[in-house]
């Protein structure tokens, strides 16, 4: 079978492109949102490493995905709503909330990126005090989030069954600093 680069790197690419928009935009709903009650909110719950990693495990179970938690956790630093002190615990919970969620059977939060689209959407086109407009931005980009996951995820099975590709990771196994340095390159 062989596999069309041209297609996986475009639908790699705007999966990418649609999670950083969606980072960046729901972020700013989040910071438009905010105002005192936000703040206080995250500044009670995340006060001490203990509550944040809670918050932060709280949170993944509930949408079941450590990377929808890291990113909300990003876009509220990058608004200025959390400090760096207090998101730290609150990724390390979404990881341990992650182990916890592989006992979860099944939620696909993912397949339900669309309705968040459409209610963002809705809230955003017929409604126009600020504060709908400001929630439809935080649930357009949540949608967006997981779409965009979700889309670089399905542009890279093609590479489960390119032989190719497998040796490469098998050979990670045997280089575990090449492994950890592709792992930190994939990340970033």
């Known amino acids: 079978m062989e596999i069309d680069w041209q297609q996986l790197l475009f639908q790699f690419l705007g999966g990418l492109g649609l999670f950083l928009f969606s980072i960046q935009y ?3 709903g989040f910071q438009k949102m ?6 206080d909110w995250l500044d009670r719950y ?3 490493p203990i509550r944040g990693v809670l918050v932060g495990m709280l949170i993944t ?3 079941q995905s450590s990377s929808g938690t890291t990113v909300l956790t990003v876009g509220l630093v990058s ?8 998101a730290i615990p609150v990724i390390m919970g979404a990881n341990i909330g992650t182990t916890i969620t592989a006992f979860i059977i099944g939620f696909q939060f993912e397949e339900y990126s669309y309705p968040f689209f459409a209610f963002g959407s809705f809230l955003l086109f017929f409604f126009k005090k600020r504060k709908f407009d400001n929630f439809g931005r935080v649930l357009f980009g949540f949608g967006g989030l997981f779409a965009g996951l979700q889309m670089m995820s399905h542009s890279l099975m093609p590479l489960h069954n390119a032989e190719a590709f497998n040796d490469i990771m098998l050979s990670m196994a045997q280089q575990p600093l090449l492994g ?3 792992g930190m390159a994939l990340t970033l």
């Open 79 to 86: 608004a200025r709503l959390m400090t760096l002190r207090q």
């Open 34 to 39: 905010a105002g005192t009650r936000l703040r």
């Open 46 to 48: 995340t006060s001490t």
């Open 180 to 182: 950890v340095i592709a």
């Open 61 to 63: 179970m509930l949408i």
């Open 26 to 28: 729901m972020g700013e």
